[in-house]
């Protein structure tokens, strides 16, 4: 795997205006940056708003990303919003899907309260099309769903619907759905239908615990080796730390389990993180240089050059989300 602290140090280099960026290194758009210091959301959202409504890559098929995490609290709503303004940076279609079936946070995250959810599409009182909500950042979300506990509960014809619906969703280059925490039957549905699982985990032995154990009940679940499962370690104080966990997981997964996770990256303990989350705002629009940012962009640029498995598309994704209950 390359360095990615290096990778950040020449990110920060060529962001300060220090050299060229070499081929497939996949400097972001400066056109579509975000202003730099502290911006607050209405001096921001102009700059994002230039990668809004990007035209679809000619050719490309949605990729489908789930951002799972064994417990809660270890940044995986953080890593959704963010890794998806990532995306909008480089130019890409994307949209936030809130899987949280009880309790849904990525519009609380964005200081947005959607009038509809996928309840209300659920229900048939909506289509997807109405509760689709574009943001100020070049993003759109589907805020999740409160009012039911399994997709397994569904009726036939409510699995149909909801099954048609998600294909309108089709004209984005990624969706990214942002999972509860823990190891619900919602939560593995999901993981089984995406073409990328990450699954994000801290240094804490609480959350090495439980992201290895979401791990080990996807290597009970599922027959395939390799699912496209990813790992992320969150909140490190240095590169070393964030391999040693990540060595650690992944040699235990490949050993005991026979199931292959690829280490993706690591995002640095940054108190700008935790003044973006009680100002509501993603941390990569209050300040788009801060080494929290940058990890982030580090990850979408390795997910964006690595090939998309061939699970069949979206509707291929739909199958499979329905095939487990």
């Known amino acids: 795997m390359e360095d990615q602290a290096e990778k950040l140090r020449e990110i920060v280099r060529q962001k300060n205006g220090e050299g060229e960026t070499s081929p497939g290194e996949g400097k972001p758009d400066q056109r579509s940056a975000a202003p730099t210091g502290n911006p607050s959301v209405k001096d921001a959202a102009p700059a994002y708003r230039n990668a809004a409504s990007p035209q679809r890559s000619s050719g490309g098929k949605t990729r489908i990303i789930t951002v799972t995490s064994g417990k809660g609290g270890v940044g995986k709503t953080n890593l959704s919003v963010n890794m998806a303004l990532a995306y909008a940076r480089l130019g890409k279609k994307v949209i936030v899907m809130d899987a949280d079936l009880g309790l849904a946070n990525v519009n609380v995250m964005l200081n947005m309260i959607p009038k509809y959810n996928l309840y209300h599409v659920i229900r048939k009182q909506k289509t997807m099309k ?39 969703l089709t004209t984005a280059d990624i969706i990214i759905i942002d999972t509860s925490a823990g190891v619900s039957s919602n939560v593995l549905d999901f993981i089984a239908a995406a073409d990328d699982a990450v699954i994000i985990t801290t240094p804490e032995p609480t959350a090495i615990t439980d992201a290895y154990g979401i791990i080990k009940i996807i290597a009970t679940e599922y027959d395939s080796l390799n699912m496209g499962l990813k790992l992320v370690v969150n909140r490190v104080k240095s590169a070393a730390e964030a391999k040693k966990v990540a060595d650690r997981m992944t040699n235990i997964a490949g050993q005991f389990l026979n199931l292959k996770v690829d280490y993706l990256g690591f995002i640095y303990n940054d108190d700008v993180v935790s003044q973006a989350v009680l100002r509501q705002r993603p941390f990569m629009v209050i300040d788009p240089k801060c080494k929290a940012s940058l990890c982030v962009q580090h990850i979408v640029q390795r997910m964006d050059r690595s090939e998309l498995r061939e699970t069949g598309g979206f509707s291929s994704m739909m199958k499979r989300l329905f095939s487990r209950n």
């Open 130 to 168: 109405e509760i689709l909500v574009d943001t100020d950042y070049g993003i759109s979300i589907v805020a999740g769903a409160s009012g039911f506990s399994k997709i397994a509960n569904l009726t036939e014809d409510e699995r149909m619907n909801f099954i048609e619906e998600l294909n309108t």
